[in-house]
């Protein structure tokens, strides 16, 4: 059973930069394939920006070239990867989620985090 720890989300103006954390525990083996999803009020959970295999990067079109997500690091059995946000707009607001799997891309299984909300004022 893999738990996952967000960190990071919070309240922030347009054009701010927010940078979002997350931790995975439990799994005996690295973990390939970590990202993030974001799901709006009223709207379906989506893919935001996910890594696999060490570098092969995905993004959702609305956030390429403000967003970033890095590499997954792995440190006493624990897995995290990192979410830069940028040039934040009122239309990133949403619950983020943090994913170890990504089997929207992979077919494989999904971990999810608890998710962690994200505010972004005009």
């Known amino acids: 059973q893999v738990s996952l720890e967000e960190s990071g989300g919070g309240l922030v103006q347009a054009g701010g930069s927010l940078r979002l954390s997350c931790a995975a525990s439990g799994s005996i083996f690295p973990i390939h394939a970590m990202g993030w999803y974001r799901q709006a009020p009223g709207k379906q959970r989506e893919l935001v920006a996910g890594?696999?295999?060490?570098?092969?990067?995905?993004?959702?079109d609305a956030v390429k070239g403000r967003f970033t997500i890095s590499t997954i690091s792995r440190d006493n059995a624990k897995d995290t990867v990192h979410l830069q946000m940028s040039n934040l707009i009122p239309e990133d607001t949403a619950v983020y989620y943090c994913?170890?799997?990504?089997?929207?891309?992979?077919?494989?299984?999904?971990?999810w985090g608890q998710g962690t909300q994200v505010t972004v004022s005009s």
């Open positions: 994913n170890a799997g990504l089997g929207s891309l992979t077919g494989g299984d999904d971990d």
């Open positions: 890594i696999i295999n060490g570098g092969i990067t995905n993004y959702a």
